[in-house]
T-cell receptor, first 113, second 115 residues
């Protein structure tokens, strides 16, 4: 059973506009969430995180929102740039799980110049 | 130089062969992980290690074994490879200190094809 789901395999956005990537989870014990970005032929790189004590975390153009009641998180990229074109994975873990993360299936973002 | 190095980057082999994928890191992290990525399934955890003497099975450990030779080295073995082990394999590391879980840092992957 997939505990972390990214239901949109792909997303296309015009340069300068907002990109919104979504992620849903089923395990209510998850309390720490990450977003990773992956370019072809490279490993995922850590982008931004949020813990369950917050509902928002910002880092420059990237903001992650967490809605615990809906078991939903989203990544907003504003403004989107062509270099943001990549596959984005969300991941979740539970405290005491030994740093085990469960990953979503990824969303491929294309930012059109 | 990459902080997390995987070798080889690509490997094609035949069913029944023994395969070893190697991972080394210069980040000084205690924790190391092996994942596989399949199309449409995201990354799934195979094994993880908190230190040289601590090895744990992940979500999909059947058909795999690991060895933590040193703090900086963690290898993944397929004793008798089968075609459904064809996948992209990633090694990752993370810090082991602190009360909270920590982001993981990934190598660039090994693409393994089993014919």
């Amino acid at each position: 059973d997939q505990q972390v789901k990214q239901n949109s395999p792909s997303l296309s956005v015009q340069e300068g506009r907002i990109s919104i990537l979504n992620c849903d989870y089923t395990n209510s014990m998850f309390d720490y969430f990450l977003w990773y970005k992956k370019y072809p032929a490279e490993g995922p790189t850590f982008l931004i995180s949020i813990s369950s004590i917050k509902d928002k975390n910002e880092d420059g153009r990237f903001t992650v929102f967490l809605n615990k009641s809906a078991k939903h998180l989203s990544l907003h990229i504003v403004p989107s740039q062509p270099g943001d074109s990549a596959v984005y994975f969300c991941a979740a873990s539970a405290l005491g799980s030994g740093n085990q993360f469960y990953f979503g299936t990824g969303t491929s973002l294309t930012v059109i110049p | 130089d990459a902080d997390v190095t995987q070798t080889p980057r690509n490997r094609i082999t035949k069913t029944g062969k023994r395969i070893m994928l190697e991972c080394s890191q210069t980040k000084g992290h205690d924790r190391m992980y092996w994942y596989r990525q399949d199309p449409g399934l995201g990354l799934r955890l195979i094994y993880y290690s908190f230190d040289v003497k601590d090895i744990n099975k992940g979500e999909i450990s059947d058909g795999y074994s690991v060895s933590r030779q040193a703090q900086a080295k963690f290898s993944l073995s397929l004793e008798s490879a089968i075609p459904n082990q064809t996948a992209l394999y990633f090694c990752a590391t993370s810090e082991g200190q602190g009360p909270r879980n920590q982001p993981q840092h990934f190598g660039d992957g090994t693409r393994l094809s089993i014919l």
